[in-house]
């Protein structure tokens, strides 16, 4: 069964949006009636990392697809409005800007870089208040490598050693107690969910895409035991509903804390908002840009393994942090180090200088025999820094890739400790649907602020231990000084957190609402710990997952 | 480079060689003549090479152990002077003691940095002493 030709609205396939697979169907919400019905088995709202994830996993499966879609295929600044909200706690990105809202969610904006989360990540720990997720890794891991190659990921490998060359050497620590962490980047371009998956979601011949489509409440039975439809508005003010055997809600940790939030009609504190939970516990992964200095013994310890570099065709980054047996031992959460490497002055000057960069650029467009681009600018560049494109050469000259190093600057990215009382709730403004904004208020706690220290302190007992250098911390260690220090990633996660108890989590192991029998929700903002990895691809893992969970259902 | 700070950083070079002078005038004078010390002077590369730096280090530490802000209680905890037979035996001394502090986990946080025992109480050694006047 499908929409077609049963729909109003239904629009042709945009130019740019044809394929092979036959024509897409895609709805505009601005042009269905008001207050028009559709109907369908599994209803999605929000086509972001987790939403098309589930939806191609729902692609020709026998049953009927929704997937709601505030945005277009395209960014456009008044639906990008509807994101706006006022912070409360520490400072933090304008809400319209550090998420996405069209097709393709926030993927369309992402850097790509992928870091697995590791086992203590899902495990709880008796110093870390509401650590713990419902079940261990090994029961995502059979999911990971099907999210690798969704994302996509070209290798499964995680093991520094594998990555490892013989000119880009691991650090040699003298014990275990530091370990090196690889990232690897999804294949460019690839990881805008919204283009590589486009065409399967879009043609798939049981899934509608309804774009313009704001879903504002989800209306609930009188036990509230189901919810029976869901209403929604698109900007022009035309009001529609959705009628589901299954709904799920992937808008986002902020909009689906704000959705439950806002459906507050049969229950004021909002739906599966019983124990108070919904909008607590949000978490982002606190940067902190620089935190420390390290002076290496020998000026040209090979650093570049640590650096942006391409390996095996994938581009890859590493840093470092303690092992999993060190963070129990001294009852720590997870911190991972950044390290970027500054040269002795005159080299540093070189290859910060424009005409450095103008050289690299007209060599690698005459080796592959094109014209270079802007080529008067580029020259002109290399000609006025002649003198930092000599530096640069007698330094590689004489110390080949390992120049000297005057300093290694360290970042760190925390993995928070889970804190009810950083929240999203509903704030007083209201957006052009009517709908009350969000307000941010994330925090950060005492322990977070003492891992970090407590990491540090040990990196520079493991750098002097193995000969490699010293430390200077260079952030003091008041919990103010990192409040005051603190950047963040983009990463939105726990306001509907998973436990099996309901007075502890929105969500239970099956990320389906406490309480309700069908409302399931997936992306991050199930997360009961933001984990020492990055977010996105336990997001597709998750919602693989959730899709298993749903198809059975619905056979 | 200035003719003022290529003073200073010559200054600053020999810095360590004034703690030798403090310690065993005679050994260290000889080796002074002899050779210039180079940037891992005493195996302390990373470590603060200025004096400046060295002195306000040292003072945070004394501020914190008391106790030691005495120069004959920093030597002898520095190690027995018998050892100390010439330039190259003090420094081997002195980098095996920074090896077992760093082994042992005798380290503490003086303005940030993470050192060893051993290297603190040199900088607190330089604390102690009478100023250069280079500058």
């Known amino acids: 069964m499908r929409f077609t030709g049963r729909l109003p609205g239904h629009r042709p396939v945009p130019p740019n949006f044809a394929s092979e697979g036959g024509p897409a169907l895609l709805i505009d919400a601005r042009t269905l009636p008001n207050n028009h019905l559709l109907q369908t088995d599994v209803c999605i709202i929000g086509a972001g990392a987790a939403g098309i994830a589930l939806a191609t996993e729902f692609a020709s499966r026998p049953f009927r697809v929704l997937v709601l879609e505030s945005g277009a295929l395209e960014p456009d600044a008044e639906t990008q409005s509807l994101y706006r909200g006022t912070n409360l706690g520490l400072p933090y990105f304008p809400l319209e800007v550090c998420r996405l809202r069209y097709f393709g969610g926030t993927t369309n904006h992402w850097g790509g870089t992928c870091i697995p989360f590791d086992a203590m990540d899902f495990e709880k720990h008796q110093w870390i208040p509401n650590s713990g997720w419902p079940f261990l890794k090994s029961t995502v891991d059979p999911f990971y490598p099907r999210a690798l190659a969704f994302v996509p990921l070209r290798h499964v490998e995680w093991d520094p050693h594998y990555w490892a060359e013989p000119d880009k050497p691991l650090l040699s620590f003298a014990s275990r107690r530091v370990t090196t962490v690889v990232g690897q980047q999804a294949v460019w ?76 009609t049969r229950y004021p504190a909002g739906l599966g908002n019983q ?34 570099h391409t390996v095996k065709r994938s581009l890859i980054n590493a840093g470092l942090s303690l092992s999993q047996e060190v963070r129990r031992e001294e009852r720590l959460t997870s911190v991972n180090i950044g390290l970027e490497t500054f040269y002795d002055g005159p080299y540093e000057r070189a290859f910060q200088s424009q005409g450095l960069r103008s050289f690299h650029h007209l060599l690698k467009r005459l080796r592959r025999a094109q014209v270079p681009d802007e080529f008067s600018k580029h020259l002109s560049n290399v000609i006025s820094d002649v003198d930092d494109l ?12 390992n120049y000297p190093i005057d300093r290694i600057k360290l970042s760190a990215t925390l993995d928070p400790v889970p804190n009810p009382d950083s929240r999203v709730t509903l704030g007083p403004q209201r957006d052009q649907l009517g709908q009350r904004r969000v307000q941010l208020d994330w925090r950060l706690t005492p322990l977070d602020n003492q891992s970090l220290h407590r990491t540090l302190e040990i990196m520079g007992l493991e750098f002097g231990r193995a000969g490699l250098g010293r430390l200077q911390i260079t952030i003091d260690d008041r919990v103010t000084a990192l409040a005051a220090n603190v950047q963040a990633a983009y990463h939105h996660m726990g306001t ?48 693989f997952r959730l899709a298993d969970h749903v198809k059975r259902e619905m056979q | 480079m200035t003719p003022q700070t290529k003073r200073r950083q010559i200054l600053a070079d020999l810095f360590w060689f004034g703690v030798l002078v403090m310690s065993r005038p005679g050994d260290a004078w000889g080796t002074l003549h002899r050779r210039r010390p180079d940037a891992t002077a005493l195996g302390l590369a990373g470590f603060p090479r200025h004096e400046e730096s060295a002195c306000v280090i040292g003072r945070e530490y004394l501020r914190n152990v008391r106790e030691e802000a005495d120069r004959d209680i920093l030597l002898n905890l520095l190690g027995h002077p018998a050892v100390w037979v010439d330039e190259g035996g003090l420094r081997s001394h002195l980098r095996s003691q920074i090896r077992r502090d760093f082994a042992e986990e005798r380290v503490v946080r003086l303005h940030g940095w993470i050192l060893s025992v051993t290297e603190s109480r040199l900088c607190a050694l330089t604390a102690l002493a009478p100023p250069t006047g280079h500058g």
């Not at chain 1, 690839?190 to 879009?202: C, L, P």
């Not at chain 1, 099996?500 to 069908?518: A, E, I, R, S």
Request: net charge positive; with cysteine.
């Open chain 1, 189 to 264: 371009r690839s990881s805008r969910f919204g283009i590589t998956h486009r065409d399967t979601v879009t043609h798939a011949p049981n899934i509608t895409v309804c774009l313009h489509a704001n879903a504002t409440q989800f209306e609930a039975d009188p036990t509230l035991k189901r919810v029976t439809r869901l209403h929604g508005a698109s900007l022009s003010q035309n009001r529609f509903a959705v009628k589901a055997r299954l709904f799920i809600l992937a808008a986002g940790a902020i909009e689906n804390a704000r959705l439950l939030l806002l459906s507050n």
């Open chain 1, 390 to 401: 000599a530096v640069a050469a007698y330094g590689r000259a004489r110390f080949g890739d």
């Open chain 1, 496 to 543: 509907t957190r998973m436990h099996d108890d309901p007075k502890q989590g929105v969500v239970d192991k099956n990320c389906l609402v406490h309480g309700l029998q069908n409302l399931f929700i997936a992306g991050s903002s199930v997360f009961p710990t933001a984990g020492s990895g990055t977010p996105t691809v336990m997001i597709v893992a998750l919602a």
């Open chain 1, 275 to 308: 124990n108070g939970l919904v909008g607590r516990f949000f978490m982002e992964h606190p940067i902190i840009p620089s935190v420390a200095l390290f002076k290496p013994s020998n000026p040209q310890l090979p650093m570049r393994f640590y650096h942006v």
